[in-house]
């Protein structure tokens, strides 16, 4: 049973160009979350998703950051016109549903490591 | 506040026990997590508390939890080099739903 997987490991982008990073859930969950941990920091939430459905946004900057968990396929974290601030790793994680996720925890992906230069 | 505190380092001989402490923020936390990462890597997690429990032991592992204090900690028992990683604290309130706060994480070095 594949754990979470995220795609690229490693992203490299230029200022003002576009982000987009991948995460495809555990078998069965229908739950994702987006963190982003800079250098030294722990992880700060970002984002909540059900299918088709944001529940919870309130973490993620208001501008260029927006994140989609499609019916069919993997959820989406797209970042526009990235700047250097932006450079950090981008966990993803999931959770068979919101109850069983405060039972059993969040199953994190390896991360993408998005670098601006 | 949003703050989950660890401290930072603990070095400790291979063998020995470490001690890796948290405070958190929230009375109405509802399960309390530890987690490692290694260099480079995702988030393992190691285990788990219920806030209607003061101890709970998995083989070296021994989480123990001050409700009244907000204090959490784990416990390694004959701690190994493979142990040397960072381990990070995290709450989940009840007041909302899903999302994990996180410590800074304490970064334990395990010395042969």
């Known amino acids: 049973n594949a754990g979470v997987m995220q795609n690229p490991r490693h992203l490299v982008r230029r200022r003002g160009q576009e982000a987009r990073l991948r995460c495809s859930p555990m078998?069965?969950?229908?739950?994702v979350y987006w963190y982003r941990q800079l250098p030294e920091e722990g992880l700060k939430f970002m984002v909540y998703?059900?299918?088709?459905?944001?529940?919870?946004e309130s973490g993620m900057p208001k501008e260029r950051f927006s994140a989609e968990f499609p019916k069919e396929g993997p959820s989406i974290l797209r970042i526009q016109q990235v700047v250097r601030g932006d450079s950090a790793a981008y966990f993803c994680?999931?959770?068979?549903?919101?109850?069983?996720?405060?039972?059993?925890?969040?199953?994190f992906g390896p991360g993408t490591r998005l670098t601006v230069l | 506040g949003e703050d989950v505190e660890q401290s930072l380092f603990l070095s400790v001989r291979e063998g020995d026990s470490s001690v890796i402490n948290c405070t958190y923020t929230?009375?109405?936390?509802?399960?309390l997590y530890w987690y490692k990462q290694e260099p480079g890597a995702g988030l393992q997690l190691l285990t788990y508390?219920?806030?209607?429990?003061d101890m709970k032991q998995d083989q070296r592992l021994t989480v123990l939890l001050n409700k009244k204090d907000k204090h959490l900690s784990l416990r390694i028992a004959d701690t190994q080099t493979g142990d040397s990683a960072i381990y990070f604290c995290?709450?989940?309130?009840?007041?909302?739903?899903?999302?994990?706060?996180f410590g800074r994480g304490t970064q334990l070095t395990v010395w042969p």
């Open positions: 994680a999931s959770s068979p549903g919101s109850g069983t996720n405060a039972i059993f925890g969040q199953f």
């Open positions: 078998k069965g969950h229908s739950h």
């Open positions: 998703l059900q299918k088709e459905n944001i529940i919870d």
């Open positions: 929230d009375s109405s936390s509802t399960y």
């Open positions: 508390i219920f806030s209607n429990m």
């Open positions: 995290a709450e989940n309130r009840g007041s909302t739903l899903g999302r994990l706060y």
